[in-house]
């Protein structure tokens, strides 16, 4: 049973620092890992989306990448805002079945 | 709008009554979800559609009712409401990229008590 794992559960960083987080995955047998954004309050919206044969993708201040046989994705931030404060959620797709199992999110804080 | 709307977006009902939750999408993407996000918890899967007509049981089904007539709706029905389905929830699509890749896309939730 795939069990997706997120560390650190909250991070409080000053604005301006690079910061990692971290999404652990226990069956490397997946198709897509996608990372997400939740506001307080709102829905998810979709960062990043890594395939299972792809090792990153970037989208502006955003890398994510993937390790497959290690079971981990890393969402590096760059040169954070406060406008970053949110949670971060992560999704795998896992092969044979219909679904995306969540991860229980870091909930960023970045300080003005 | 395109994307994926769920109404209404707040809801307070009391225990024992029936509330339905809408969700509509304008891509017609095959797959539907409904997910509940609690404390604790993350988010959970209640039901899924892999197409009109064709619906299936997650991880937290008791207590839920779906169906799919048309390929844009997939509304979820709670029939005798309690408090402990207080929560957010979550409708979702799924897009096929490419070979067996599909990206997850979230309507803006609806948040319900129930009293």
């Known amino acids: 049973k795939q069990e997706v794992t997120q560390i650190p559960a909250a991070l409080s960083v000053p604005e301006g620092e690079n910061l990692v987080l971290n999404c652990s995955f226990t069956?490397?047998?997946?198709?897509?890992l996608q990372w997400f954004r939740q506001d307080p309050g709102k829905g998810l919206t979709s960062l990043l989306l890594?395939?299972?044969?792809?090792r990153e993708q970037t989208s502006g201040r955003l890398n994510a990448s993937l390790d497959k046989s290690s079971g981990r994705s890393t969402l590096y931030i760059a040169a954070s805002q406060p406008g970053d404060s949110a949670t971060y959620l992560c999704?795998?797709?896992?092969?044979?079945?219909?679904?995306?199992?969540f991860g229980t999110g870091t909930r960023l804080k970045v300080l003005a | 709008d395109a994307g994926i709307t769920q109404s209404p977006r707040y809801k307070i009902t009391e225990t024992g009554r029936q509330v339905t939750l809408m969700c509509h999408q304008t891509?017609?993407?095959?797959?539907m979800f409904w997910y509940r996000q609690d404390l604790g918890h993350g988010l959970r899967l209640i039901y899924y559609?892999?197409?009109?007509?064709?619906?299936d049981k997650g991880e937290v089904p008791d207590g839920y009712v779906v169906s799919r007539s048309k390929t844009e709706n997939f509304p979820l029905t709670l029939e005798s409401a309690t408090r402990s389905q207080t929560s957010v929830y979550f409708c979702?699509?799924?897009?096929?990229?490419?070979?067996?890749?599909?990206?997850?896309?979230f309507g803006p939730g609806t948040r319900l008590t129930v009293t």
């Open positions: 979702a699509s799924k897009f096929r990229l490419a070979g067996d890749s599909y990206e997850q896309y």
């Open positions: 069956d490397s047998a997946i198709y897509n």
């Open positions: 890594i395939q299972s044969s792809q």
């Open positions: 999704a795998v797709f896992t092969s044979g079945t219909y679904k995306y199992i």
């Open positions: 891509w017609s993407h095959s797959y």
């Open positions: 559609s892999a197409a009109a007509d064709i619906t």
